[in-house]
């Protein structure tokens, strides 16, 4: 199955929520955007959906410079996170919601089984969100269980006493790492479906990142303020992300917060970064403004949807040849040449 074929797909089971334009980028036009009025948010961003539209801008803004005339050499990509080797450092971000945002086509199970299993197979890692309506079911642990652990779980920012319990459970799916989606604190669905989920203070994080052995993301970090005080909590992991627009309206895109909080946290804790990324192009300037790794949404969501794991594989593949092309127009033979030389 071709990328083609699996974007036709996602279009038709997704109608109505997503029209899988050819560049995904937010505008107010779009299908998925304009103010909801207590309608569930679909694909879209929250509000006006500024912050949506502002991760596309700012990637957009950076332009990038080739550099061509060097013995040529095959780019490496390969990399690892926490001792786990990986064909590419761009990963499935974190979702959830299938009934309520994307269509309702597949399950949730299914949804979560084709992000671990494709990414499994691409050589990358699948990480999946939470829920209100599937909770119950733990659908990602489940996922990651069924692939034998090479997975990562971020759930909401629920009662402590809840996160304690389903770190554990994550523990014993084999999960590679777990964590918390901070941005979900002010989530209305959540509160509906009486599963309230809060803001959390120091003190909860750390008792949440001492209770387990497993690396903790701290999802959702936008400010300065935020990235201090995550350093304190003893996480290993702060993925800067707006949660592609969906949480807090009129935002800076997450290309632009990398310059504000990379002199932060670099060298302290491991840096992810997702919010707009379409294509390698994008990946590459999120790596040369500092993040370790980058995550994908949206893409890898309709690639999971329209064609299951070997979809998911597919946007994968995509992305990580994307990345290599980058790298060989801009004079980058491995990760760690990837800074801001390659910017004009
Ligand atoms: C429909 C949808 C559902 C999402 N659900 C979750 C979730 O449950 N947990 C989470 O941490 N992030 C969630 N996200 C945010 C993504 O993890 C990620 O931050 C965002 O999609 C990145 O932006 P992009 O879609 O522009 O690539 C969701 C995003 C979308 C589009």
Known sequence: MDLTEVREKALERMKGVCA????CDGRPDRLCQG????????MGGIGK???????????????????????HTEPQIKTSFFGHDVAFPIFCSSMSGVKISMGGNISELEFAQAVMQGCKAAGTIGFMGDTADTFADRPGLQAIREAGGWGVQIFKPREQAVLLSVIKEAEQAGALAVGLDLDGAGSVPMALRGQPVFRKSVSELKELVQSTSLPFILKGITGEEDAAAA??????V???SNHGGRTLDCQL??????????????GKVVITADGGIRTGFDALKMLALGA?????????????????AEGVAAEAEFLSQDLRKAMIMTGCNSLSDIDGHVFA
Do not use: H, W
């Open 20 to 23: 899988v334009y050819k560049v």
């Open 35 to 42: 103010i909801k009025y207590g309608k569930p948010l679909g």
């Open 49 to 71: 959906g500024m912050t949506f539209a502002a991760n596309i801008e700012a990637l957009d803004r950076l332009q990038l410079k080739s550099r061509l005339i060097a013995p």
């Open 231 to 236: 350093l304190e909590t003893g996480c290993k």
């Open 238 to 240: 702060v993925a800067l």
């Open 253 to 266: 895109g997450i290309a632009d917060v990398l310059p504000r909080l990379v002199p932060i946290l670099k």
């Open 292 to 308: 370790d790794f980058v995550m994908v949404g949206r893409e890898f969501l309709r690639a999971a949807i329209g064609g299951g």
